[in-house]
């Protein structure tokens, strides 16, 4: 059994014996390292292929945080920590590349638990993630989990007002600037640029090369046990096949993405994007959302 196996059958049966959204939860103060090495050539060129990046030379934008998602996973699993695995929601990710990194670069990926919040659906927790080469960071991310439980406040306290990652708020593209720039076309309005037939085993291909076999992704009858009628595609996948189809990755500085609805597998997708690649959507039939981002770029 893999790391990544263990740790998601150490929180499946450590979830019943958590309460989420308790007063006193505290984050643990683990920072759990992968020691510095360059990435396998052979899982990182399957990556590539199933998420459609090209052989650029610099790693993916988001293949950091798939390398680093066992420790990620270890440290949600155990036992210091307060919100049960099972059921958690991968809402947004922000990712910052400070520099393109060579697959040959020792890498050193660290990842630990950054904050909890209130949610008005629940409790929230950000994941950091940073990659450093020979002590420079070069590389890192924030995302947001989201477990769902009865709200402890009102609807009228301000701490039950939506997060960003729900509301799409804090996107670069999407409001406007204090330069005056106009907003940015709605998820919905972007004009679409390539549809994609998604297969129905997507998820077990891509939990193959990502290591993330949440069984949510894998077949119906295991995604039903979570409330899914179907396999669903991975979140990250989705933002990875997205970024793909960005131009010029060396040149981004910040990237957000929020997950607003997932994907059933088998489907059918659009991407849809501005002209400048800088704001993008996926949507499904009757125009769903099901992501939306945007990136700023250097200069």
């Known amino acids: ?89 991968h809402t947004w990710i922000e990712i910052a590349p400070h520099r393109p990194v060579e697959p040959t670069e020792p890498l050193e990926l660290t990842v630990y638990a950054q904050e909890l919040n209130p949610h008005r659906r629940g409790t929230e927790v950000t994941m950091t993630t940073e990659a450093r080469v020979a002590g420079e960071l070069v590389w890192e991310s924030r995302s947001g989990y ?24 804090n996107l670069p593209a999407a409001t406007a600037s204090s330069a005056g720039r106009p907003a940015a076309a709605s998820p919905e309005e972007l004009p679409a640029r390539v549809e994609w037939s998604l297969p129905g085993d997507l998820g077990r291909r891509y939990g193959a090369v990502s290591g993330d076999r949440n069984p949510i992704h894998l077949y119906p009858l295991t ?37 607003r609805a997932p994907v059933l597998l088998p489907a059918t997708v659009t991407y849809a994007a501005d002209a400048a690649g800088d704001a993008f959507a996926l949507r499904g039939p009757g125009d769903r959302v099901h992501l939306v981002g945007a990136v700023t770029r250097k200069g």
Request: with cysteine; net charge positive.
């Open 1 to 89: 059994m893999t790391s990544l196996s263990a740790s998601l059958v150490r929180g499946a049966l450590l979830s019943p014996l958590k309460r989420a959204g308790r007063p006193d939860a505290a984050l643990p103060p683990d920072r759990p390292t992968r020691p510095a090495a360059p990435v396998a050539p052979g899982p990182l060129a399957a990556y590539g292929r199933i998420c459609g990046f090209t052989e650029s030379g610099a790693l993916p934008l988001t293949y950091p945080h798939v390398l680093a998602f066992p420790d990620t996973m270890r440290l949600m699993t155990g036992r210091a920590f307060p919100l049960p695995v099972l059921g958690l929601v």
């Open 223 to 259: 995604a039903r046990l979570f409330g899914f009628p179907r396999a669903i595609a991975h979140g990250m996948w989705t933002a990875a096949r997205c970024l793909a189809e960005t131009r010029n990755p060396a040149a981004v500085r910040t990237l957000r993405i929020d997950f």
């Open 146 to 169: 989201l477990s769902r439980h009865a709200p402890r406040r009102p609807e009228s306290d301000p701490a039950s007002t939506p997060s960003a990652a729900e509301a799409g708020a």
